[in-house]
């Protein structure tokens, strides 16, 4: 919805500047026949409805008329937060390597005020849309109601007792509805005038410049142009009964107008319905019109033309080259540094170090930059880091600033930048990733590599939490087509992706390997079970068990995409009412079955374990968390009918429960998800 509120916006912008054009070439068309003043407005209502449009030279719009950015998610050149060159700065899409979260809970949008005021602006829109369609149906429903014992005239022509001016109702097929008591000259003039407005499907295209003015009705220049759109419609609609029944009726049909005038505009308020309205500038207007001379319509024609072309076409854009964006990159750098006067600059390197053909429609090329920056005095910024020589550059941790642009018509577009610290770029394999994870988080690319057969595998993590895999199919879809580990995510939302170790592009890695599995060779790559163990223990570390796999054939990157929760058992201490964060001691559950490591741990199960189970604490260091609002505190209820019952209480009551516990903790069963305790339990002890 967001996107649409903006394209929305910026096509109402520049619909206020079609629309002063329109109203001051209608003030310089004011002697000339108003059917070409009423074609005008038709480039306003198609500004107003279509986002896109053709370049040319003569445009009339300002370059830079859209000031709202079309798309508030996609890459914008970064922006600097201290005077302090190479460091960590804020992108909207960071790149994280192989080794890095994609994505973590504190990356998630902030409410700035803008974003507020916008979310706020939205539904406000949205309100006011709801309410004019409403109004508008109400009042159609209510004039068809009216309407519905008029009597039939002739053909599409009713009367009806009780209106008091003529108007035409309906789309599909329109009627005309005439006062009762009219003269048969004035009859003849009022329904000829109505015939012209269906003939020109004038009851199609009101309506549809009622439906814009509903979407755009916070612009009060939409207002004023479907208003003063309606009143070209009546006067062009007048001059066209004119030029068909001579001029010597002016007098008569001016007549005929003043006395179906009741000083107001039409009330029936539907859209669907209009009829007469500003009867004076009618009147004065049918007195003052004549026809036009052959010159003055050849002229008007001409102009009407040129001004649909400027109005409706955009200023053609200059053809920016690779180099201008790197020195606008450059320049919006330099108006970060708020304590420090840039003297002097120099773009030190600008090579293209890969290009894709394969990921989007268009072609893609990663550029990388290195520049340096004087400035008057180095003493002056926040910190030294990044300073070569007195020299700013952007080489701190997060690497070298990486270009990244599309192709469309040989003509290069900036999509964002990337870096070089984040990613490793010695590869293809590397860069391709790189360039994949950029493009899913503009949106660009789906939230899955390889669509098709996915399975999910959650498995925990050696200090207990739960994460999960997301393996697909890169080459061949079924039985005999390898699988590949694309992604994996941990309990905290944090998301990772998996980067091929190799030299060559990542589909011919994998091309090479389904080979291999045809052949015989690598027949593990067709077991996603074992695909997702190998990845575990050997590129991530972890020991667990294939029987520690919990997998879902038939997956989707849906289910991917929600966190894993994570039950973990230990001691809680400091659980307070004050603040939002408690103290956590991890413990290992062990039970028989676990007995081939008593040895190793000197555990007696006949001493150390009369009740069937040992609680193995390997390190009293604790770790922080955090409980919400929404956070379940659970106790035990023996009770209700069981020694391992249990109820749902307040935190406060939780508390209190374990106040005499000891300084050790209370040993608790917690789950977690996205970085937060979603519940605390009481253990059950045998």
């Not at 009060?220 to 309606?230: K, Y």
């Not at 964002?416 to 503009?442: C, Y």
Request: with cysteine; glycine share 6%; aromatic share 10%.
């Amino acid at each position: 919805m967001a996107q649409l509120f903006v394209h929305t916006l910026n096509m109402s912008i520049t619909g206020i500047y079609v629309i002063l054009f329109v109203i001051v070439s209608r003030m310089l068309f004011r002697k000339v026949p108003k059917i070409y003043s009423y074609a005008l407005w038709s480039v306003v209502w198609f500004r107003l409805v279509c986002p896109f449009s053709f370049e040319s030279a003569f445009s009339f719009i300002p370059a830079q008329v859209q000031s709202v950015p079309l798309n508030r998610i996609y890459s914008q050149p970064p922006q600097m937060q201290s005077e302090i060159s190479g460091l960590e700065e804020q992108t909207v899409n960071p790149m994280m390597s192989a080794s890095a979260p994609l994505t973590t809970p504190a990356a998630e949008l902030s409410s700035t005020p803008t974003n507020i005021w916008f979310e706020i602006g939205q539904y406000l829109w949205l309100f006011g849309i709801a309410l004019l369609i409403a109004y508008s149906i109400v009042t159609t429903v209510r004039l068809r109601r009216r309407l519905k014992n008029a009597s039939p005239v002739f053909k599409n022509i009713y009367e009806k007792i009780g209106i008091t001016t003529p108007f035409v109702f309906g789309v599909l097929r329109p009627k005309i509805y005439l006062p009762v008591g009219l003269h048969d000259q004035e009859r003849a003039y009022i329904i000829k005038h109505e015939q012209v407005h269906i003939q020109r499907l004038d009851h199609i295209i009101k309506p549809f410049a009622f439906a814009l003015l509903c979407i755009h009705w916070f612009n009060p220049f939409v207002w004023v142009a479907f208003f003063l759109m309606s009143d070209d419609m009546e006067k062009s609609c007048d001059e066209s009964v004119i030029r068909q029944l001579g001029s010597e009726i002016k007098k008569d049909y001016s007549t005929s107008l003043l006395s179906l005038s009741t000083g107001k505009r039409f009330l029936g308020g539907s859209p669907l319905a209009f009829g007469e309205s500003n009867t004076k500038g009618r009147i004065i207007n049918i007195l003052h019109y004549k026809k036009p001379a052959f010159w003055v319509v050849i002229v008007a024609v001409t102009a009407v033309a040129a001004l649909c072309v400027g109005l409706l076409s955009n200023p053609r854009k200059a053809d920016l080259t690779v180099n201008d964006y790197a020195e606008q990159y450059v320049d919006q750098r330099i108006t970060d540094f708020k304590n420090v006067k840039i003297v002097d600059r120099k773009i030190t390197k600008l090579e293209k170090i890969a290009e894709f053909d394969e990921l989007l429609s268009m072609p893609l090329e990663i550029w990388a930059l290195e520049y340096r920056l004087k400035p008057d005095d180095p003493d002056k910024l926040i910190l030294a880091e990044g300073l070569t020589d007195g020299l700013i550059t952007e080489e701190g941790s997060m690497g070298k600033p990486m270009l990244i642009f599309s192709y469309e018509n040989s003509s290069p577009q900036y999509l964002g930048v990337i870096r070089s610290g984040e990613n490793d770029m010695t590869t293809k394999s590397g860069q391709e990733m790189a360039l994949r994870v950029f493009l899913e988080g503009n949106g660009q690319l789906p939230h899955v590599t390889y669509p098709g057969n996915l399975v999910l595998v959650k498995f925990p993590l050696s200090t207990g939490e739960t994460s999960q895999l997301l393996l697909s199919q890169p080459v061949v879809q079924g039985d005999s087509g390898i699988w590949c580990v694309e992604r994996w995510k941990d309990t905290n939302g944090n998301e990772y992706y998996n980067t091929p170790q190799t030299e060559i592009a990542i589909a011919d890695y994998y091309a090479r390997l389904q080979t291999q599995a045809a052949q015989g060779e690598n027949a593990s790559l067709l077991n996603p079970l074992q695909v997702a163990l190998q990845y575990i223990n050997k590129d991530l570390g972890q020991h667990v068990a294939k029987d520690q796999l919990a997998a879902e054939y038939d997956a989707t990157a849906k289910d991917f995409a929600g966190t894993p929760e994570s039950t973990l058992l230990g001691y809680v201490l400091n659980l307070s009412m004050y603040h939002d964060s408690f103290d956590f001691d991890k413990v290992e559950w062990l039970t028989l079955k676990d007995s081939a490591r008593f040895k190793n741990l000197n555990i007696n199960p006949d001493v150390d374990m009369p009740g069937g189970f040992y609680v193995l604490n390997k390190s009293t260091d604790t770790e922080p968390l955090k409980d919400t609002a929404e956070t379940k505190y659970i106790l035990l209820d023996p009770e209700s009918g069981g020694a391992n019952q249990t109820k749902i209480v307040s935190k406060q009551a939780f508390i209190e429960h374990f106040k005499p516990s000891p300084d050790s903790g209370v040993l608790c069963t917690i789950t977690s998800k996205d970085g937060y305790v979603t519940s605390i339990a009481e253990k059950y002890l045998p």
